[in-house]
């Protein structure tokens, strides 16, 4: 039955991809399904699971002028359309970038542009990066592609030590802030160990480099256009499960949206949501559960730059709420919540918050703590909420039960 | 003597394989294909009739035997040089016959260097800078460089080319002020000794990691390229450094991409306390050009002059050929590594005094223009009482001066101070405050 299966699949595949010498292969794989008569045509068990997230686009904006429909590769290809229009010195580079890039973030740009302007590399991402960094430091607008977030890695070392203090270390006589790295980023469910990586945390910890991650289309184009124009080194994480199921009007003119400032698409009593990507998604969808069913009022934060990120927000948020919960794909220990949390937690002088662990195993919420005379925020985060399933834990009774919640601080 | 006679032999064998090959195939030459960017698909047209490989990731012949290709096959690639050890011309159409002051120039600039080393190198000695590295030996390779060189054309460095900076024109005050991290040092005092930079000299600032300019070299000259004001990059780095991931990923990227860059290794034998047969087996850096697709040559750096001429052609024709070129230089590490070493413990002081003695690339400078009559032992002994002083004033005027401003700690991490920079300094200025007396805040600039 499995091999059948696999032949069944990859012939569906070949067939597809070799039109004109694929006959042998398929042929063999129909061949083969003839002989397992229980394969039917649509067997149950070999379906693929489809993520299941529901992407809420944001309401159309007309601040920024005549919008177009688009996905958020194409809100990319948007951005770096107006950018390579703009600025002369643009320049865009990575693996795969002239033909139009893996997601098809790039298409159209070479010929529009040049193929001086937009142009493949070496399979290198050490050398990618240094390469933009050098390109950046000499004046130009170096825009670099690392196909996936998850290869990222050999780049750490141009990014942490070079980029990232290059004008500290020079006395702010050279600097490479006109560099801009792209990358796909996130869970898109099939994308196992290497191709779903959110490697935010790891940058987080640098000073002297930016983090941005979108939620969508048009907040994409508008924090792209502001990490190329920020001079500081910014990362910019493309979620890639949205690159296709995110559509959205975006502008077709360049607009900008502000990095460090996080917005709160939700406003909310009770508990304060915090995430980005994807996740913000996801917490949508978990508001509106927690309303319908327990009747809880969920605040929600789109965080969308990681670094440098906007405590006040969040701070203001959970002075007014009381409670926090962080939602991210990253793995739990030092993913990006701890920093949240813990900053919370100081700035609102707490003293004695639990966390609870282990009550599902995605999920870390936690209860509050007994006394209700002390004005304590509950902090949680969660490691992971997988897109095909989302719940909240039997706790969450004790939460929308308990008595106090703080005042304002 | 017996590593010169193995070598010529290898080469021998090596040469004895090409004429083997190409004796098979009677009179079909190797071609040679040009790779250019941005080639387009579906140029390449097959010619099934004829019995040649059609593989798109390389030109050339079948062969029908079996045979590995020895890597000294062009071993012993050749040292280029124009003077001997005692400094006479070997060629003279190779001599680039500059005029006196030119090389008088050089000539005071390599022993400036060597003055300056040596007084920093005795002030870490003394406590006054917490560390140095000296560039005794390789003064040649820096001085022959810079010479051949635009001031406009931009220099990465690894960490022992302050020659060339001082070629340029950087004043001793400023390397005596990044020494010693002072108000005055264009760093702002927060890189270690000898990290030094230079806008107006196009000099980017040194950071300590290995072989990470080498990729930044390559982005740089393909900015300046698309510029089209004839600049050059040039990146300096170690035989050492060149072991490096990024040194494969900056030659790679710089002739894929067509740079104009001249990549200038100074193989000194050493790297800390490794030599060279443990850092790699092939032949050296330059012969690793050629497997990339770069121009590649190997020069005597102790010799001023060769290390010019090969520097000024590379520069001449990276500009108008838009490709890189390699240029291994090989000298002799004379000093210990840095004040953090003592190389007497891995090699023999009988080998140092070699080097100092038989082959330094001041002497035979010294050699060439005494024989021409531009100068002589009262003009060395004049200039070295003068060079000592220059050194000492600068010295002295930077021992005196205060350190920077502490406010310095945290600006230019981003172009502007974030919110959250800004409360770490109020909080360290707070802490300061409250314990003015554990903290010698006399010593910094108010």
């Given amino acids: ?409 | 003597m017996a590593a010169v006679r193995s070598v010529k032999k290898l080469y021998g064998v090596g040469l004895r394989a090409i004429r083997q090959n190409t004796a098979l195939r009677g009179t079909t030459l190797l071609q040679q294909r040009s790779f250019r960017v941005g080639r387009a698909l579906g140029q390449q047209t097959f010619d099934t009739s004829a019995e040649k490989p059609q593989f798109p990731g390389a030109s050339a012949e079948f062969i029908d035997h079996l045979e590995f290709i020895q890597p000294n096959v062009i071993s012993g690639i050749p040292v280029y040089r124009v003077m001997d050890r005692q400094g006479q011309i070997i060629n003279p159409s190779e001599d680039p016959q500059l005029p006196k002051e030119t090389v008088l120039n050089f000539y005071q600039k390599m022993t400036l260097l060597n003055t300056m080393d040596r007084i920093l190198y005795e002030s870490q000695r003394q406590g006054r800078i917490s560390f140095y590295m000296t560039n005794y030996g390789e003064e040649g390779t820096h001085i022959g460089s810079a010479a051949a060189l635009d001031p406009a054309d931009l220099v990465f460095g690894q960490y022992r080319e302050a020659g060339v900076l001082m070629y340029r024109g950087f004043p001793l005050d400023m390397f005596m002020a990044q020494c010693y991290a002072n108000a005055d040092d264009l760093g702002k005092g927060r890189q270690m000794p000898v990290h030094y930079g230079s806008k107006d000299l196009n000099f980017v600032t040194i950071s300590s990691p290995l072989a990470t300019q080498i990729p930044q070299a390559a982005g740089a000259a393909y900015a300046v390229k698309r510029e089209n004001t004839n600049r050059v990059v040039i990146c300096y780095f170690g035989e050492g450094a060149a072991s490096e991931g990024d040194a494969h990923a900056g030659f790679n990227f710089s002739t894929t991409l067509e740079c104009p860059l001249i990549f200038f290794c100074r193989n000194n034998g050493y790297a800390i306390s490794t030599p060279t047969n443990e850092q790699y087996r092939g032949d050296g850096i330059a012969a690793r050009g050629p497997g990339y697709g770069l121009m590649s040559i190997r020069v005597d750096g102790n010799d001023v002059f060769a290390v010019y001429n090969a520097t000024k052609e590379a520069r001449r024709r990276a500009v108008a050929e838009n490709q890189p070129f390699l240029i291994e230089a090989m000298t002799y590490r004379i000093g210990h590594h840095s004040t953090s070493d003592d190389s007497s413990a891995y090699r023999s002081v009988d080998e140092v005094n070699y080097w100092d003695k038989q082959d330094h690339p001041i002497s035979r400078l010294r050699h060439y223009m005494t024989a021409r009559g531009w100068w002589d032992e009262d003009e060395e002994r004049a200039w070295r009482k003068q060079s000592r002083k220059l050194v000492m004033v600068a010295f002295e005027k930077a021992e005196r001066r205060l350190k920077p401003h502490p406010d310095l700690m945290f600006t230019d991490v981003y172009d502007e101070m974030t919110p959250e920079i800004v409360k770490q300094k109020e909080a360290m200025w707070r802490h300061v405050q409250q314990y003015k007396e554990h903290y010698p805040l006399d010593l910094y600039e108010k």
């Fill in chain 1, 1 to 409: 039955m499995a091999a059948s299966r696999l032949f069944w699949r990859t012939s569906g595949v070949k067939s597809s991809l070799t039109g004109l010498t694929g006959g042998v292969h398929s042929s063999l794989g129909l061949t083969l399904l003839k002989l397992y008569p229980d394969c039917t045509a649509k067997p149950k068990t070999q379906r693929r699971h489809a993520a299941h997230f529901t992407f809420h686009p944001d309401p159309v904006t007309t601040q920024y002028g005549p919008t177009q429909k688009m996905n958020l590769f194409q809100s990319v290809t948007s951005a770096l359309d107006n950018t390579l229009a703009s600025d002369p010195t643009a320049v865009i580079f990575g693996e795969d970038v002239a033909f139009g890039g893996v997601f098809r973030c790039t298409v159209g740009l070479r010929d529009k542009y040049g193929k001086d302007r937009v142009f493949n590399t070496p399979l290198c991402e050490q050398g990618i990066v240094g390469f933009g960094i050098g390109a950046a430091v000499a004046g130009a607008t170096a825009i670099a592609e690392i196909q996936f977030a998850d290869y990222i890695y050999p780049a750490f070392d141009q990014i942490v030590n070079e980029a990232a203090k290059y004008r500290y270390r020079s006395g702010n006589m050279f600097d490479c802030g006109k560099l801009t790295i792209r990358s796909p980023w996130g869970c898109v469910g099939h994308g196992s160990l290497y191709h779903s990586q959110s490697p935010e945390a790891f940058f987080a910890h640098c000073p002297g480099i930016k983090i941005v991650v979108p939620r969508g289309p048009v907040q994409a184009k508008g924090l792209l256009l502001s990490c190329i124009d920020d001079q500081n080194p910014c990362i910019f994480f493309e979620p890639k499960i949205l690159y296709r199921a995110a559509v959205e009007q975006v502008p077709t003119e360049a607009y900008h949206i502000p990095l460090s400032q996080a917005e709160v698409l939700q406003e909310g009593s009770d508990l304060t949501l915090v995430a980005w990507g994807t996740q913000v998604h996801v917490m949508r969808e978990v508001a509106a559960m927690a309303q319908e069913k327990l009747g809880v009022s969920c605040e929600l934060i789109d965080l969308q730059t990681i670094l440098p990120w906007d405590k006040e927000t969040v701070c203001k948020s959970v002075v007014k709420t009381g409670r926090l919960l962080v939602s991210h794909e990253a793995p739990v220990t030092g993913g990006f919540a701890a920093e949240i949390s813990s900053t919370v937690q100081v700035r609102s002088r707490s003293h004695e918050s639990e966390i609870d662990q282990g009550l599902l195993p995605e999920c870390v919420l936690c209860r509050r703590s007994v006394s209700s005379t002390w004005r304590l925020p509950s902090v949680g985060f969660v490691g992971m909420i997988r897109p095909s399933r989302t719940s909240l834990s039997p706790s969450t009774s004790q939460i929308s039960g308990s008595a106090s919640r703080p005042s304002s601080a």
